[in-house]
């Protein structure tokens, strides 16, 4: 990488609680972040609306190639999205 | 930041560096020295070059020169009256000079161990592993030693050693499945399993939130099928008559494993972080603890649950029992299997050592919620019937026997990261409690379950349980493993500290290397085992790549074995460096003269691309 | 003259109680308030009339015309005159002076603290330059009282003219000698002057009688001859202003301004401030306050510093290194506030140890335990820019580490040192040791 080194505080909110993750949203409309909850320190009981922090980088690219494995996953699930809601339509 | 004449002392061998400006003419004292346990910091910063510098043992009471400036290396030309150096001072100086000593036998018994490396952890951010360099494991070499000649170490050791004894046993009668087949009802017939068509829709109907169920048999020619996110790998076993879990008999199926996995009803995998779903081959770690082994046959059940539960507690839970329907009628099944069908039969005894070093294994698994959760003893193995989620316990430390791990007492509801987590599997075949049940120079009073709680106020309140339950057993050393990596490093930290603090040697096993750094760090933490594989230190997606192996546990039962009988700890480099490991395996392995045969890592997968790409 | 506002509390202990109500005359020398606890009595400095008595403070209205002469305070043993005159500690902590002093050094010393340390300050030096005889009887009387064998003067070796004049004044003293001090802040820190002068490193917690010693400001001498010599009660204090000023930035020397004098009268008998101020300094640079022109002067005010403006840091990440021998955390949140820093990270330097009462004591004052590990601190909490108020010796080291870590650093007096023309504390230059007269005289 080439500006791994460059750490800069990011802040977020928690948006979305699940049993097992967190969803939080980057201030100053930056992304959507979601992750495990064992990924998020905590020091009380977690709630919507409240404000956490870290340090990030800036994601590079690591190389202008398509990696099919990964292409491959991402098709499969939307089929499979796709396949679900149509079922459900049916059902309907 | 300038130190004391202990400190000092204890890094007799670092180089030394002024803290601050000191003027010609003054004497050097600890207190004019920088602390070296920053020293790294410094030269990655910039701030400091190491060349040249004599070691703190040898500019102690020197005089100095010259006027020089903080963080300035004391060199052979600035001071005068320097004391003779046995070793030049270099922070490399750390990794590969220790060389284990010849004949270790001759000093201690119980553990003995020559130099280890120590891994030292300053404020926590950059995490090192501290792995033994030359302990000496051989149950051979110290039964040279006569009994109760004395010795500087365990007075109890000294002793003539009490009779070994045998708490209870626990039977494996192992029978063979060759080949896997649908039919009108679950039955082995010789080395035929067959499960029952249409038990879909039992487990289906048992479970509300499960909305299909699809079972695949794959056999080896199979590997190369695409598959959701892996959730779980577990044996097929029972136990014979009324046995309680972790005593009497307990018949497997060899051959075949029971394999989960899932999505919900939008097709969003379950627990899924990340992709761990693809072609199986390229994605399991074959013949870790908690992986199929090359060759077997997978019942691999798809569960799909109800959309938006697979980030619920419930959601996962219900698969995994929806799957142990299926599970259940291969058990009752195998239960029926005449005894000539037995292939081997393996007996584990729980054995006391009397007067060896009573030593605990405490491991933490995980219970943030959701799928970060586990069925703790169950009434078969790995089941469901019968068992509690640690969730529910309030994650307190939960004492059991260690057969009744390799019993299958733990139903792991297995969540990210593949390569860490320890599957249901793992606790089955869980090498450290096997290897420490097995050596005999220490004495494992039992298993201690501890889990992890999202909550910080949470994670001290069981750590300092865990503190109170070791101190209870009286024990001489103690091993604390976890899964995984993230918030539960605190309270594996936290878990270190209460034993540490307790003055009981404790080691601590941890997938760490690159990406799994520890986030805290305290000044118990010094003797650590890293149970990371993968070629770059990281998280790589294979299933149960990371996980605690044999190699592990060797390291962690030859460091705490130093540790106990007080042998000093080197410190290992700052950055994380693969060699440290193989290094001490072999000095561990030239002092045992077994061979250690390392474990593969991902590289003898098949090459999947997206590997390719990283790797290359 | 405007009104004269008497602190009651101007000491070390609890506030004193007044003893006038308002409407009373009073006289230059009339007790005005007494100690309930620990405290020294407290009198006007002026001929006047109380117009109010606070919850703090007792407000006069001085008479327009103002005699020389002052109520004298009653005869007694000399320890009882100096009680009775309510000297306190001039130096700067105000601890009475009565309470001091009342110990048995069994042929110990009486080191007098003229270090003068705070670094644009000059009363200390001139009162021994123009006063040094009644100075030295001063320093006899305490050494009676207290029982000590010797008396030292700690004085810094840079200013020649004093020294010469207290070597002419100690010429044929025995039992008196002086020790020369290096430039080097602080070298006036009570333990520091212990330490240079006897070669003791007491703990932050100890006191110099555990030395066999007591510390006394130079100028507090002074207040004790005039209390056993001129039965005169402590009213009156020197203070040194300097900063930005109207005529000139060099420091003006006032003796015996009257306690209560408001810190804008002061200013303007010193010629008024020359705006742009970025605010006015109470005491010294390193352990001075922040002040407005309605504060009054107490006996224990030793200069008034109107500063330059601060420098805009544009809410740049700052982070402060707090130290014993500086402000207190909230000072240097203070000053980081008025420069507009955003502070991300404090940090307090390992020899600063926490007192009961909150306070921070260096626990080797003036040598440094090495700073590299702060540095690297308040790089990883992300500071741009850091604050210290550190001693000499200390910032020379955080100097040896920020800059290579891109750590912009000031130090607390910076505004101050560049007020008065003097150096930044950067980097250290001048030797900590000193070469001592031949046998102290």
Redesign the interface.
């Known amino acids: 990488m080439k500006y791994g080194d460059k750490i800069i505080r990011m802040e977020g909110v928690i948006v979305e609680v699940h049993e097992g993750a967190v969803g939080i949203d980057l201030k100053g409309r930056l992304g959507f972040l979601k992750i495990p909850l064992r990924m998020l320190i905590t020091d009380y009981p977690i709630k919507v609306g409240q404000e956490v922090a870290w340090n990030m980088s800036f994601p590079e690219q690591l190389s202008p190639d398509v990696n099919e494995h990964y292409v491959a996953g991402i098709d499969n699930r939307r089929q499979k999205e796709m396949q679900m809601s149509n079922q459900k339509q049916e059902v309907e | ?2 130190i004391t004449a202990e400190t000092a002392q204890a890094h007799a061998n670092d180089p030394a560096v002024l ?3 000191a ?1 010609a ?1 003054i004497t050097i004292e600890a ?1 004019n020295l ?2 070296p346990a ?1 020293f790294d ?2 030269v990655d ?3 400091l070059t190491l060349d040249g510098a004599l070691t703190i043992g040898q500019v102690l009471g020197a005089k100095l020169t010259k ?1 020089c ?3 300035c290396p004391l060199t052979a030309d600035v001071l005068e009256g320097v004391k003779e150096a046995a070793k030049p001072a270099a922070l490399e100086s750390a990794k590969t000079e220790e060389t284990p000593a010849p004949a270790p036998v001759a000093q201690v018994a119980g553990g003995t161990a020559s130099g280890v490396l120590k891994i030292h952890i300053g404020e926590g ?1 950059d995490i090192d592993l501290e792995i033994p360099v030359g302990a000496l494991g051989g149950g051979t070499a110290v039964a040279e030693i006569p009994a109760g000649a004395a010795t500087g170490v365990a007075g109890a050791t000294a002793q003539v050693p009490a009779e070994e004894k045998v708490v209870r046993t626990l039977t494996k009668k192992h029978f063979t499945i060759t080949e896997v087949k649908r039919g009108p009802e679950t039955k082995i017939e010789g080395t035929t399993l067959y499960i029952r068509e249409g038990i879909e829709k039992d487990c289906i109907d048992n479970q509300e939130l499960v909305h299909d169920f699809k079972i695949e048999i794959i056999t080896p020619d199979l590997y190369h099928t ?1 598959s959701e996110t892996v959730m779980d790998v577990q044996p097929i076993a029972t136990k014979e008559g009324d046995a309680e879990l972790g005593s009497g008999v307990t018949r497997t199926l060899d051959g075949v494993v029971m394999m989960l996995t899932g ?1 919900d ?4 995998q379950i ?1 899924e ?1 990340g ?1 761990s ?2 072609y199986l081959d390229e994605n399991i770690m074959w013949g870790r603890p908690g992986a199929p082994d090359k060759g077997e046959i997978f019942i691999k059940a798809q569960a799909t649950i109800q959309a938006k539960t697979n ?3 419930r959601g996962p839970l219900a698969a995994h029992t929806a799957f142990d329907i299926v599970t259940q009628e291969i058990r009752l099944a195998l239960k029926e299997l005449d005894e000539s069908l037995v292939t081997s039969t393996e007996e584990f005894k729980q054995v006391r050592r009397p007067g060896k070093k009573k030593v605990v294994i405490v491991k933490e698994i ?1 219970g ?5 959760d586990n069925l703790v003893l169950p009434v078969e193995p790995i089941g469901v019937l019968g068992a509690h989620p640690n969730v529910d316990l309030g994650n307190v430390p939960v004492v059991v026997s260690p057969l009744e791990v390799l019993d299958g007492c733990i139903h792991a509801l297995t ?2 990261g593949p390569a860490s987590k320890e599957m249901s599997r793992h606790y089955w075949r869980e090498p450290l409690v096997l290897e420490a049940l097995h050596d005999t120079e220490i004495d494992l009073c039992g298993v201690v379950f501890v889990g ?1 709680p ?4 949470e994670k001290f309140y069981v750590s300092k349980r865990v503190g109170y339950t070791v101190e209870a057993m009286d024990v001489d050393g103690a091993f604390v493993t976890t899964e ?1 990596f ?3 490093h ?1 309270d594996f930290a936290s878990h270190i500290e209460q034993i540490g603090m307790r003055g009981i040697p404790v080691v601590g096993m941890s997938f760490c290397a690159v990406q799994g750094a520890l ?1 805290v760090g305290n000044k118990y933490m010094t003797h650590m085992v890293d149970n990371n594989k993968s070629e770059a230190g990281i998280e790589n997606e294979v299933l149960a790549c990371n996980t605690l192996c044999t190699e592990d546990a060797l390291r962690a039962i030859a460091m705490l074995k130093a540790n106990m009988s007080g042998e000093d700890v080197k410190a290992a480099e700052k950055k994380w460096n693969p060699n440290v490991k193989s290094t001490n395996l072999e000095l561990i392995s030239n002092v045992t003269g077994e061979k250690i045969t390392l474990v593969d890592n991902e590289q003898s997968l098949p090459m ?3 590997r390719k ?1 990283k790797y290359s | 003259m405007n009104n004269v506002q008497i602190l009651l509390r101007q000491h070390v202990g609890a506030p004193c109680e007044a003893t006038v109500k308002a409407g009373d005359k009073v006289k230059k020398g009339t007790l005005i308030a007494a100690p309930t606890g620990l405290g020294a009595n407290i009198f006007s400095s002026v001929y006047g009339t109380v117009t109010e008595v606070l919850d703090d403070r007792i407000v006069i209205k001085p008479d327009e015309k103002q005699k020389d002469e002052f109520v004298p305070i009653k005869e007694g043993s000399k320890l009882e005159m100096i009680t009775s005159a309510g000297v306190v500690g001039m130096g700067g902590a105000g601890f009475p002076t009565a309470v001091k002093i009342k110990a048995d050094l069994n042929g110990g010393y009486v080191l007098v603290n003229a270090a003068e340390c705070e670094p644009g300050l000059k009363h200390n030096i001139i009162q021994i330059e123009e006063n040094a005889e009644k100075t030295i009887r001063g320093l006899k009387y305490v050494m009676e009282i207290s029982n000590a064998a010797k008396g030292v003067f700690a004085i810094k070796k840079k200013n020649e003219k004093a020294v010469s004049v207290l070597r002419e004044a100690i010429k044929n003293e025995s039992n008196i000698t002086i020790h020369l001090l290096p430039d080097i802040y602080p070298m006036g820190e009570e333990r520091a002057v212990v330490r240079e002068v006897l070669g003791i490193l007491l703990d932050p917690t100890q006191l110099p009688s555990a030395a066999d010693a007591i510390v006394i400001n130079v100028e507090t001498l002074l207040r004790v001859a005039e209390a056993i010599e001129d039965k005169k009660p402590c009213f009156s204090k020197n203070v040194t202003v300097i900063g930005q000023l109207n005529d000139s930035n060099e420091p003006r020397v006032y003796m015996d301004v009257p306690v209560g004098t408001s810190v804008g009268d002061l200013i303007e008998r010193a010629g008024g401030m020359r705006e742009p101020v970025g605010e006015i300094v109470m005491g010294g640079p390193f352990t001075g306050k922040s002040t407005t022109l309605e504060d009054p002067i107490t006996k224990t005010t030793g200069g008034i510093i109107p500063t330059i403006e601060f420098p805009d840091l544009h809410g740049a990440n700052v982070g402060l290194l707090v130290c014993a021998c500086g402000g207190s955390e909230d000072r240097m949140r203070e000053i980081c506030a008025k420069m507009n820093g955003k502070v991300v990270s404090v940090a307090r330097c390992k020899q600063a140890a926490e007192m009961k009462n909150g306070a921070l004591k260096c626990e080797n004052p003036g040598n440094c335990p090495g700073q590299a590990a702060k540095c690297l601190q308040f790089k990883k909490d992300g500071a741009e820019y850091i604050i210290i108020g550190n001693c000499s010796d200390c910032s020379n080291t955080v100097m040896g580490s920020a800059p290579k870590m891109k750590l912009k650093v000031f130090h607390m007096t910076d505004h101050i040192m560049r007020t008065i023309g003097h150096p930044l504390y950067r980097r250290l230059t001048v030797s900590k040791q000193v070469d001592q007269l031949p046998n102290g005289k």
């Open positions: 930041m300038s803290c601050c400006r003027e003419g207190a920088e602390d920053i910091d410094l910063s910039g701030l006027t400036d903080s963080l951010k695409y999505t009803d939008d097709g969003v627990g972080f992709s779903e693809g980030m619920e507690r995980m943030q919620g959701a799928m970060h969540c990210i992890s999202q909550i910080n106020a995984g993230g918030n539960n605190i986030v999947s691309k997206k790409e």
